[in-house]
């Protein structure tokens, strides 16, 4: 067991530009998770796939953000003509159906200049 | 709508002393509650979770929770600090409960950054 691996741990980019972030989850975890954390703030639920299938999308992401987890293995976080609100760290986490744990990857922080 | 409050957003103890971070929560059904640590540059630790069983529950690193339902709290405590115990503490509610088929999402409380001091 490795663990939720995310990459890259950081992205730095400028206003506008698009970025995309990848998460592998623990490998026989069907549920996967996103969520966002902004500085002296919990971590926000963005959106989560059990397999394939994205379930759920918090109101917090906007048109400008996708994911995808297109073979129910690891998944893609994806923001378009980032702003500067949209600097965070993003987490993934995964888990089992019949567990509520989830398992938290170390994250990928982007800074937007 | 579950929700949980963390009463202080910063404690600050003495090596060897106790450590209480407190919580309370909000559920429309019997939670599913945790607490998570996470150390400056590092990810997100389970410390302990709580699921119906009993009402005192043991953690990783010494620490311990008791679920109270009659005053919706679920307060982290430690008999000892360490020096190593600094970071910041996440009380954690779920939305999938014992017979709901929900996602699972968890919700999050703002923190509490604990300090020890030698």
């Known amino acids: 067991d490795t663990g939720v691996s995310q990459d890259p741990r950081h992205k730095i980019t400028k206003r506008g530009q698009n970025v995309t972030f990848r998460c592998d989850p623990i490998?026989?975890?069907?549920?996967l998770y996103w969520y966002r954390q902004t500085l002296g703030q919990g971590p926000e639920f963005l959106t989560y796939?059990?397999?394939?299938?994205?379930?759920?999308k918090s109101r917090l992401l906007s048109d400008r953000f996708s994911a995808e987890r297109p073979k129910g293995s690891f998944s893609t976080l994806e923001i378009q003509r980032t702003e500067q609100g949209d600097s965070a760290m993003y987490l993934c986490?995964?888990?089992?159906?019949?567990?509520?744990?989830?398992?938290f990857g170390p994250g990928t922080r982007l800074t937007v200049l | 709508a579950q929700s949980v409050t963390q009463l202080d957003s910063h404690v600050s103890v003495s090596e060897g002393t106790p450590v209480l971070l407190r919580c309370n929560y909000s559920?429309?059904?019997?939670?599913?509650l945790f607490w998570y640590v996470q150390h400056p540059n590092k990810g997100l630790q389970l410390l302990l979770k709580?699921?119906?069983?009993?009402?005192l529950v043991k953690g990783i690193n010494g620490f311990e929770a008791e679920f109270k339902k009659s005053e919706t709290s679920f307060h982290l405590t430690k008999p000892s600090a360490h020096m190593s115990d600094a970071a910041e503490y996440f009380c954690?509610?779920?939305?999938?409960?014992?017979?709901?088929?929900?996602?699972?999402?968890?919700?999050f409380g703002q923190g509490t950054e604990l300090s020890v001091k030698p």
């Open positions: 986490a995964s888990s089992l159906e019949t567990s509520g744990e989830q398992f």
């Open positions: 490998s026989e975890h069907n549920r």
């Open positions: 796939f059990q397999n394939e299938a994205q379930l759920e």
């Open positions: 559920s429309s059904y019997s939670p599913s």
């Open positions: 709580y699921t119906s069983a009993a009402t």
């Open positions: 954690v509610v779920s939305d999938q409960a014992e017979g709901y088929n929900q996602g699972g999402k968890l919700i």
